[in-house]
């Protein structure tokens, strides 16, 4: 099969990318308003200023990636939403602890 | 082709219940989903873990399964499924839709049950209120070095995406990618690259592409979040007298001015020298004394001159020691 080479594609640092609307982050994620709602309940995600309405939430960058990731475990693991947040949580920590375990080994 | 041994992959054996074969890709699926796993190969065995799960747990493909598995003999060169190997079998079900995708199944599988859709390390696809199908994501990790991260940089990466083939099957087609990484990123974030994963179905928008970034390991920088150390090895006698010296970042050379009378491990900070991040981080520079490995006689005899120079200096003064 022929191996096509596409132009130069200059990425975003999604951590560091521009706030998203709650509609914005319907669509990266292929997801309907009330799932992300559901997950912005059970603190898988914050919106920037919790006290706004649904319409004007904002999220993170970050937050683009938690919900992937959740939504990665709930199919594969067949966990709930509840031990997709546990699960997030522990993956979390288990970064840090890595992460400072690294810089003082070396 | 190369047979696979699905209840060998599952570590289940050939009599287990469809509870058993549950319970330990359950287990397995735990251990090893690129999410979770820091195993080695987890994405791959993963895929695997998966195909055998999608046959062991359908009786009906898994009956069709162990027939065929019988006229296999272990240490057989290559296999080829028998003709109408299937016939007096049907499948369905719901992970049989058509090539909703790519699937990432191995051959064998396919040659076995067609391609299948879903299932495996994939996100999900849901809405789906009309056939217009927004594309998958993909992920990939990608290594760089830490003046990458400085300067930014370039990466040809190759990429099997699938496509809707004349046939309407989907094929897998390998592309090469240029990514240009931007300057500022750090060790553990992703980039997103909009359009770059698989394409969507019916007019659909394609799918984005994640890198996710790691550093290769440094011979002399240490990285903590943007934050960069080094740790400087100086002369007795410049910690002594101060001065300037020649200190290398991944930026390149700079002179540190070093003040008089340093001690062995302080930390001096050279303020937005880490990774100009958005919030650019710092370049810790740790002062370590170093001997000569021997010392001539002159030196001896210099160093002594030193110590009774000041017979009042007690180092372990804070450990309660006398002199």
New interface residues.
Partial sequence: MQNEIIKSETGIIVEESDRLTLVALCRYCSLPAESLIKMVEQGVIDPIDPSQSYSHWQFSGTSLLRVQTALRLQRDLEVNLAGAVLALELLDEIKQLRQQATYIQR | MEYKDYYKIMGVAKDATQNEIKRAY?KL??KY????SKEKNAEER?KEL?EAYEVLKDPEKRTAYDQLGANWKAGQQGFQPPPDWDAGFEFHGDSFTGGSGASGFSDFFESLFGQAGGG??Q?????GRSHQM?GQ?SHAKVFIDLEDAYQGA?RGL?LQSTIMGADGRP????????????K??KA??????KG?GSPGMGGGNAG?L??EIEFN?HSIY?V?GADVSLELPIAPWEAALGGKIKVPTPSGMIDLKIPPAVSSGKKMRLKGRGIP??QPGDFYVTLMIVLPESLSEKEKALYQELQEANNQFNPRRKLGLGK
């Fill in positions: 359950r699926a735990r989903h690129p999410d979770v993963f998966g495996g390390f996100p999900g696809t849901a809405g927004r994501d370039s190759t094929q897998i087609k390998p592309r090469t990618l240029n990514v240009k990484i931007p500022g990123v553990g974030q992703n980039i997103r690259l770059q984005d994640y890198l390991p240490k903590d991040a958005k």
